[in-house]
């Protein structure tokens, strides 16, 4: 399962929005979600969270007219809870999991919200092959590869140390050690590696072997 | 089954003095069985609950530095109106941990 990227960023502007202003609504979509990931129910759930502080009253006079809500209900009032908010982050997990039929549309819903409050945040995590579709509705999107980094596998290895069942045996001249050749090794196995292929090589075993030379 | 996922997040009828502050916290109370089933009815869907699995197996860590880069600090900012409204973070999903797998090999 993914969404580290996306739960480290709705963590830090979750952080952010205690100190007011902000509101964070944010969705990971999911294959195995099956039928309940549609359009309309990804569009709720992200209506839900900027709401949940306090149910607007135009949502609760439509929940008691007892029908479905369609997108368009749920755009108009997905609108409105914006419009209210100083400052609105949307947050969406692993693009390429959407149904692609879905996937248009959910750009075009987006694009409709940034189009009417120009100063919502939009974060989007998917395979790089998602990145055309998402310029086709906004053609300025930045884009950042995600791809392990040394300073990853730094902070990893000093939690690992300091989680060290042995503390007594351990000083800060092993520590550096044990980093130094901890990433010396990395480096070796995965010079000029990208990151696509890591996934298989990483099955492939080359790790057992690399180290028992 | 939906209904049964659903009850697992939402408290019912709890009138919990906290509750303005459920725009960050990961389990919602709401104030009434009202609220709860509005909620429902505008999406079945669990964000919050899926949210707090993912951050449960974060390698704490790992992947900040996207948080520093000045990408992310313009976007965060909102200076940059309606054009500069989508960062989008592309690659294959699970390759940063089974890389970090790897180096666990190590311990």
């Known amino acids: 399962m993914g969404g580290n990227t996306s739960s480290l960023v709705i963590d830090r502007l979750c952080d952010q929005s205690r100190q007011g202003g902000l509101a964070v609504a944010w969705l990971y979509c999911d294959y195995n979600v099956g039928q309940e990931q549609t359009i309309v129910n ?26 479905r809500p369609t997108l368009a209900d749920l755009m108009r009032m997905l609108r409105i809870a914006i419009a209210s908010l100083p400052q609105v982050y949307i947050c969406i997990d692993a693009l390429d999991e959407c149904l692609p039929n879905d996937l248009p549309e959910l750009l075009g819903s987006l694009k409709d919200i940034v189009r009417e409050s120009p100063r919502t945040r939009i974060f989007l995590t998917g395979r790089p092959h998602v990145r055309e579709a998402i310029q086709r509705y906004f ?14 596998i730094r902070n990893y290895v000093v939690m690992r140390l300091d989680k060290d069942d042995t503390p007594k045996a351990m000083n800060n001249h092993l520590r550096g050690e044990i980093l130094r050749i901890i990433l010396e090794k990395m480096a070796d196995m995965y010079v000029g590696v990208s990151p696509l292929y890591l996934g298989f ?6 790790v057992d072997s690399s180290l028992s030379h | ?64 530095w996207l948080l520093e880069t000045s990408e992310f600090q313009e976007w965060r900012s909102g200076e940059g109106g309606a054009d500069q409204a989508v960062l989008f973070c592309s690659g294959d999903p699970g390759v940063g941990k089974t890389y970090l797998r790897s180096v666990a090999g190590f311990f």
């Open chain 1, 139 to 152: 053609i300025k999107a930045v884009t950042i590869p995600i791809s392990p980094k040394e300073e990853d």
């Open chain 1, 42 to 67: 990804m569009m709720g759930a992200i209506l839900k969270r900027l709401v949940d502080r306090k149910i607007p009253e135009d949502i609760r006079k439509a929940f008691e007219e007892g029908r």
């Open chain 2, 1 to 64: 089954m939906a209904n049964a996922t659903y009850a697992q997040t939402i408290t019912f009828g709890d009138n919990n003095v906290n509750c303005g502050n459920t725009i960050w916290s990961y389990k919602t109370i709401y104030n009434s069985d009202d609220d709860a089933k509005i909620m429902h009815w505008l999406s079945p869907l669990l964000p919050d609950n899926r949210h707090h699995s993912v951050r449960t197996n974060r390698f704490e860590g790992v992947g900040d």
């Open chain 1, 201 to 206: 090589i990483l099955t492939d075993g080359c």
